[in-house]
T-cell receptor, first 114, second 114 residues
């Protein structure tokens, strides 16, 4: 079955440190790939997406993600984390063949310590 | 500024009650979605609608129904609420077209069924 895996439920990093959040998917074809962020008490906001072209994608708030076909991964990175980045992050995957919908990972909660 | 609004941020209902969750978008989007969000499970699609009066089941439709009489409004109905439907409910909308079109989310309704 198709699935999206975010292996880390919680991650804690120090303010100013670099960040990498992992996302793996199990689909036969290359899907559309998304990262969303949910701040406390808020809905989800799109950080970035990949659908073709350059495998390194730039997003909002200084985030980037790299699509690696050989590893079926789409990891999210930020070189220097700010306290305001504390939130829950969701990876999502879509395949046109499976209909007009996305499949979301379980989420990774990021804590930032000062 | 694009906007998806949900009728309530918090809702408390009793087992067996009929519950209506309302979602309104002001972007003239054709597609609308209802998800439930539970810790450790991420977002799971309940139902979606690709046009007025059109609906399609998502991954967990049991115990839910939906209504879309107008393009801007998508309602989720719990015919007879049960305690296992206690959850956060998120509505989203997106423009018809490629799957990589962004989904815009509402702030969510936290439903507690006693």
């Amino acid at each position: 079955a198709q699935s999206v895996t975010q292996p880390d439920i919680h991650i804690t990093v120090s303010e100013g440190a670099s960040l990498e959040l992992r996302c793996n998917y199990s689909y036969g074809a290359t899907p559309y790939l998304f990262w969303y962020v949910q701040s406390p008490g808020q809905g989800l906001q799109l950080l970035l997406k990949y659908f073709s072209g350059d495998t390194l994608v730039q997003g909002i708030k200084g985030f980037e993600a790299e699509f690696k076909r050989s590893q079926s991964s789409f990891n999210l990175r930020k070189p220097s984390v700010h306290w305001s980045d504390a939130a829950e992050y969701f990876c999502a995957v879509g395949l046109q063949e499976y209909g007009n919908k996305l499949v979301f990972g379980a989420g990774t909660i990021l804590r930032v310590k000062s | 500024d694009v906007k998806v609004t949900q009728s309530s941020r918090y809702l408390v209902k009793r087992t067996g009650e009929k519950v209506f969750l309302e979602c309104v978008q002001d972007m003239d989007h054709e597609n609308m979605f209802w998800y439930r969000q539970d810790p450790g499970l991420g977002l799971r699609l309940i139902y979606f609608s690709y046009d007025v009066k059109m609906k399609e089941k998502g991954d967990i439709p049991e115990g839910y129904s939906v209504s879309r009489e107008k393009k801007e409004r998508f309602s989720l109905i719990l015919e007879s609420a049960s305690t296992n439907q206690t959850s956060m409910y998120l509505c989203a909308s997106r423009e018809q077209g490629p799957l990589y079109n962004e989904q815009f989310f509402g702030p969510g309704t936290r439903l507690t069924v006693l």
